[in-house]
């Protein structure tokens, strides 16, 4: 079935530029999601990349999407604390009805 | 700050009992989505509706039910509650045309803490 793998912590200083990865094994999903979570929040929907695009910049945030090797990658430029939080990336299951979401990487921002 | 609403925020209920959960969906979308988000995990798709009807389902028993109304809110039913029921239930709505999510967006709410002792 489609899974998707993302690292657990990442741990930036307030100002440094903060890189989320994640793998897929599902590639048919027509677009690829960038979730925020903060505590006791629910799903805050950051930026999504249609699947024929290799780059979108949306502010401070770039996601990269490598489909060969079904890599999508998000970074924050000038990471602030207010950035600290939990960061789901999602893809469609085959069908297109449910999105499948990696485990999520939480980020810490120290100042 | 998307449109879509969830109540309650918070329930508690005992081992066993029924529980009704319910979704207002954002304006002029059609689609209505239930995830379970147990702690330190990645939410996991229960059910899909569209135009009412159940449109995909997760790896779920049949005691987790829901309902798509004509102004397309939703309510999602667990009876029989468990212990591992206990998460946050998460209701996302979109677009869609034929089942198929055709636009880029998939607003969530804020959930419902659901807690079973």
């Known amino acids: 079935g489609e899974d998707v793998e993302q690292s657990l912590f990442l741990s930036v200083r307030e100002g440094d530029s903060s890189v989320i990865n994640c793998t897929y094994t599902d590639s048919s999903s027509t677009y690829l999601y960038w979730y925020k979570q903060e505590p006791g929040a629910g799903l805050q929907l950051l930026t999504y990349i249609f699947s024929n695009m290799d780059m979108k910049q949306d502010q401070r945030l770039t996601v990269l999407l490598n489909k060969k090797d079904k890599h999508l990658s998000l970074r924050i430029a000038d990471t602030q604390t207010g950035d600290s939080a939990i960061y789901f990336c999602a893809v469609f299951n085959q069908a297109g009805t449910a999105l499948i979401f990696g485990k999520g990487t939480t980020l810490s921002v120290s100042s | 700050e998307t449109g879509v609403t969830q109540s309650p925020t918070h329930l508690i209920k005992t081992r066993g009992q029924q529980v009704t959960l319910r979704c207002s969906s954002q304006s002029g979308h059609n689609t209505v989505s239930w995830y379970q988000q147990a702690l330190g995990q990645g939410p996991q798709f229960i059910f899909q509706y569209y135009r009412e009807e159940e449109n995909g389902r997760g790896n779920f028993p049949p005691r987790f039910s829901g309902l798509q109304f004509p102004n397309y809110s939703s309510e999602l039913n667990v009876n029989a509650l468990e212990l591992d029921d206990s998460a946050l239930y998460l209701c996302?709505?979109?677009?869609?045309?034929?089942?198929?999510?055709?636009?880029?967006?998939?607003?969530f709410g804020p959930g419902t803490r659901l807690t079973v002792t």
């Open positions: 996302a709505s979109s677009l869609g045309t034929s089942g198929r999510t055709r636009w880029g967006e998939q607003y």
